[in-house]
């Protein structure tokens, strides 16, 4: 378990992966297909990649802005290109401006489009689509004959009304969704480096060759360790769910009565929120509180072309309580 490993990951953890997919998206996997229907990766970015690597050198994916600034980055660091779709101040959109969005940029010569990325719990703002956006993605997808990229790596943080539906389970959309995914977040082992990445065979293996050149295999002792713990316990999504959902709840509470206002995103592990309305520009605003209250947010305009957003901020809450407790007296003692 020192050595290399196959490129698509330690067969033990691809079963329990294939087995976590079954249980939580209701897809079936089959591990020993050929062409490979699932991979192990180098953690989430690694199976961006390589989808970058195998579908999008001089090409385009599309985001939902405001965007997860890697969704960028790796484009553009392997020769490919990306495009906002701006949201709405409600953060939501209409179909038909999706389409003419894409029509827009599939017949061009330089970077056509071929591939949405849709990112569902989002980061920064922790939407969660609806069925019907994710519906209309697909519509759009299918018409325009683009492939999905859906970024799943907060699926287990879902905490409103509407449960996470992987896109892929959509009619048609198996054909041509990648689906990726991480345990950076979920294990809080985000120096692991492990996540993965399903979907038809066809899709895949490209993604594989790509994996192979590019690190070789995802490291072998920690996929060992990880596929011994991964099912052992029924409860451990819930449990992380409910314990986000209380930090969330708590969080919001107090820096709501600090002036913030809240988007309500529906799931648990960034707080998306309009800054106090003494206040217009988020990175000023963050400056001070570093500054004066030693607490930092990420301002808005990180995640967005557009100016749309410089007045928000995303929170991120992933830490202990106790942490959560001092940051909001900190924000009190500056703010109220
Ligand atoms: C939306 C999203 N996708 C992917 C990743 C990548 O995570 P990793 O490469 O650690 O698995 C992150 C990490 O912040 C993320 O927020």
Request: negative net charge; proline residues 4%; glycine residues 8%.
């Amino acid at each position: 378990q020192n050595h290399y490993g196959g490129s698509e990951g330690d067969a033990s953890l691809r079963r329990a992966v294939a087995e976590k997919i079954k249980k939580y998206n209701g897809i079936d996997i089959d591990v020993d297909a050929k062409p490979l229907e699932l991979m192990i990766t180098n953690g989430g970015t690694g199976a961006l990649i390589g989808i970058t690597q195998s579908y999008l050198r001089g090409k385009s994916a599309l985001v939902f802005e405001p965007y997860y600034p890697y969704h960028r980055r790796i484009l553009e660091e392997f020769g490919g290109k990306t495009e906002s779709f701006a949201l709405d101040q409600t953060l939501s959109f209409e179909k038909d401006a999706l389409r003419s969005r894409c029509k827009e940029l599939i017949g061009r010569a330089e970077y056509p489009l071929r591939a949405i990325i849709v990112c569902s719990p989002a980061n920064p703002s922790g939407k969660v689509m609806t069925q019907t956006e994710l519906e209309a993605v697909a519509e759009v997808a299918q018409e325009l004959d683009l492939l999905v990229i859906s970024d799943e790596v907060y699926e287990h943080y879902v905490t409103g009304e509407h449960q996470h539906t992987p896109i892929a389970t959509l009619p048609g959309m198996w054909e041509r969704t990648i689906t990726v995914n991480s345990f950076s977040k979920s294990w809080n082992i985000s120096g692991w480096r492990l996540g993965y990445a399903f979907g038809k065979g066809e899709l895949i293996t490209p993604i594989n060759n790509a994996a192979n050149v590019i690190y070789v295999c995802p490291a072998t002792p920690l996929q060992a360790a990880l596929s011994r713990v991964l099912m052992a316990d029924g409860d451990y999504y819930p449990k992380l769910r409910d314990k986000f959902d209380s930090k969330r709840r708590f969080f919001s509470e107090g820096i709501t009565s600090l002036g913030f206002d809240i988007y309500n995103s529906g799931s648990a592990f960034y707080i998306w929120a309009r800054i106090p309305s003494d206040f217009s520009d988020a990175l000023t605003f963050n400056e001070m509180l570093m500054e004066k209250a030693g607490v930092g947010m990420t301002p808005g305009s990180a995640f967005a072309d557009t100016d749309d957003w410089d007045s928000h901020v995303r929170i991120c809450i992933a830490r202990e309580d106790s942490v959560l407790e001092g940051a909001l007296e900190k924000l009190r003692s500056v703010l109220a």
